[in-house]
T-cell receptor
Framework: DAGVIQSPRHEVTEMGQEVTLRCKPI?????LFWYRQTMMRGLELLIY????????DSGMPEDRFSAKMPNASFSTLKIQPSEPRDSAVYFC???????????????FGDGTRLSIL | SQQGEEDPQALSIQEGENATMNCSYK?????LQWYRQNSGRGLVHLIL?????REKHSGRLRVTLDTSKKSSSLLITASRAADTASYFC????????????FGQGTTLQVKP
């Protein structure tokens, strides 16, 4: 049973470069979440989608960050241009509302460790 | 501040001892969830307790919820070295949006 798949697992790039993080949610899940985790700020919700539609992007730090979900099985988080302060672990998670109840458990990928030099 | 705030921030115990972590939150909730995160990995869901439940068990885990005090606790009994991880509580608002608010986490070290 495949879980949430993120790629790449690690990314090291120089500041100013474009970074694209990818996520494949669990099949059948209708919610997708992007989080950022750092020691200083903990786990922050950046944006989430329901049925491929962005619902809340209030956590996106600034216009350099953008996220898309072109279909139910794929999402990207893009940073352009990247800065050293964007260094963090980025997690994608998905969940399902098909039980009729909201706020069901989220399933996390193993993250992308991003380092901007 | 975070909806869910765990305490203590860090806990170190010997194998076989029990570990208790607490979570406080500020607003009404639909449910509260606990997650574990091993080093270098994503969060893994452990247990969900609904707002009308007071206690729930899963294996060596026991979760309590006191909505009048807006607090929850996670008890791990007979801890093992493999329980070493960070533990997070997450709250779900009654608005049913799918969104969870995570706390800062408790780092648990279980010494063999």
């Amino acid at each position: 049973d495949a879980g949430v798949i993120q790629s790449p697992r690690h990314e090291v790039t120089e500041m100013g470069q474009e970074v694209t993080l990818r996520c494949k949610p669990i099949s059948g899940h209708d919610y997708l979440f992007w989080y950022r985790q750092t020691m200083m700020r903990g786990l922050e919700l950046l944006i989430y989608f329901n049925n491929n539609v962005p619902i809340d992007d209030s956590g996106m730090p600034e216009d350099r960050f953008s996220a898309k979900m072109p279909n139910a099985s794929f999402s990207t988080l893009k940073i352009q241009p990247s800065e050293p302060r964007d260094s963090a672990v980025y997690f994608c998670a998905s969940s399902s509302s098909n039980t009729g109840e909201g706020n069901q458990p989220q399933h996390f990928g193993d993250g992308t460790r991003l380092s901007i030099l | 501040s975070q909806q869910g705030e765990e305490d203590p921030q860090a806990l170190s115990i010997q194998e076989g001892e029990n570990a208790t972590m607490n979570c406080s939150y500020k607003t009404s909730i639909n449910n509260l969830q606990w997650y574990r995160q091993n080093s270098g990995r994503g969060l893994v869901h452990l247990i969900l307790i609904r707002s009308n439940e007071r206690e729930k068990h899963s294996g060596r885990l026991r979760v309590t919820l006191d909505t009048s005090k807006k607090s929850s606790s996670l008890l791990i009994t007979a801890s093992r070295a493999a329980d070493t991880a960070s533990y997070f509580c997450a709250t779900a608002r009654p608005s049913n949006t799918g969104k969870l608010i995570f706390g800062q986490g408790t780092t648990l070290q279980v010494k063999p």
